[in-house]
């Protein structure tokens, strides 16, 4: 759930000097301090999840002090508003501060109760409309690993979009995405899109934002773990299927657009045995860097059916997280048969270079032609 908190602006606020380097100091300390030691003390009175009734009052309490801070820093200097955050944890708070340098000007202090981890968080949205500094707060359910992006559409009806993306606490974690836009009069935000209404990006996602039509607007490319092809076992540490979905943005709002398992080693692995199992050999062969070696395949066992996980990945090229090498085993028992199959990336495309026959130890089985793995 997502919702609304509340609307506020102060005025006066100078721009920062443009002449000369100075260290920034936040202002009035001890007040800082006091509204501090108030806010922990309500957090840890707060009562059930929601921040419904006598709960908001804590996460505003630390809304006030990150504008106090923010009027600090002035208009000239709000890209550096990360120097909040350390501010804020120093006195035993839990937030988080993003800013997007695409577009200075804009900052999200995200508000999370210390005490109470599976607590509802608040976002408190900074933007500046002239030298007037406006504050807007928002319900977000996760609230952890909070990041942000605004951006200008030269739309009338909506002159800037704010999109925000966070987390649920723990692992697997669902990751949330929230889009606003601003009103013509630049005074406050409307939330456009939120929770089921938005954009599906699964658990454990990484996002990226990434302009991939050149027309200053960004398109949303998150990367989600896919799950092992139902023929294959991984091992804990080995790189796992990564799906990459693309979302753009239409009237209503982002949209998924197109998506595709991202091509690695694994992924290949994986098509080539299954082709072979489908008895799909033009397919299969097209994933191997010298194609007739495909029926040498098939008689090494490639193509037999096998059951869910007959197939393990056991080890892989050490030291890094894109491995051009895996150690493969299939089979049962002493008829287990294990290889260290090499891949290249030829023609746009990753293929099967090579593979070798090992022990169960890792070394090169009798009758194989020795090598490196």
Request: glycine share 10%; hydrophobic share 40%; aromatic share 10%.
């Amino acid at each position: 759930m997502l919702g609304w908190i509340a609307a506020s602006s102060t005025s006066g606020v100078g721009l920062a000097e443009a002449q000369g380097v100075r260290p920034w100091v936040p202002p009035s300390a001890d007040s800082l301090v006091h509204w501090a030691a108030e806010a922990k003390a309500r957090f840890q009175t707060n009562t059930g999840d929601s921040i419904g009734g006598s709960n908001l009052l804590a996460y505003e309490l630390v809304g006030q002090m990150g504008r106090r801070l923010m009027r600090s820093l002035g208009r000239g200097n709000a890209s550096q508003a990360h120097a909040i955050e350390p501010v804020l944890d120093s006195l035993g708070l839990d937030t988080d501060v993003e800013v997007d340098t695409h577009t200075p000007g804009f900052a999200l202090l995200m508000v999370r109760n210390p005490y109470h981890l599976t607590a509802d968080a608040v976002g408190y949205l900074f933007w500046y409309r002239g030298d007037d500094l406006r504050v807007q707060g928002v319900l977000f359910s996760g609230g952890q690993e909070p990041e942000m992006r605004v951006w200008w559409t030269g739309r009338e009806q909506a002159p800037y979009e704010w999109a925000v993306v966070e987390r649920e606490r723990g692992r697997p974690a669902r990751v949330r995405f929230s889009l606003f836009r601003l009103t013509p009069t630049g005074s406050h935000w409307i939330l456009s899109q939120f929770g089921a209404n938005g954009p599906d990006l699964g658990d454990d996602a990484r996002i990226a934002w990434a302009d991939l039509d050149g027309d200053y607007a960004p398109e949303l490319v998150a990367f989600t773990p896919a799950g092992d092809d139902s023929l294959f076992e991984s091992c804990q540490d080995c790189s796992k299927l990564l799906l990459e979905n693309i979302f753009v943005e239409r009237s209503e709002g982002f949209r998924l657009f197109d998506s595709r398992l991202v091509p690695t080693p694994y992924s290949t692995l994986a098509a080539f045995v299954r082709n072979l199992t489908d008895g799909n050999r033009t397919a299969a062969s097209r994933l191997l860097k010298q194609p007739s070696r495909v029926e040498e395949a098939i008689r090494d066992g490639w193509g037999l059916k096998r059951g869910p996980h007959g197939w393990k990945i056991e080890g892989a090229e050490p030291d890094t997280p894109w491995p051009r090498w895996l150690q493969v085993s299939a089979g049962t028992g002493t008829a287990r048969k294990r290889w260290t199959v090499r891949f290249e990336h030829d023609r746009g495309r990753w293929v099967i270079s090579d593979w070798k026959a090992r022990t169960a130890s890792g070394g090169t089985a009798p009758g194989a032609a020795p090598g490196r793995p």
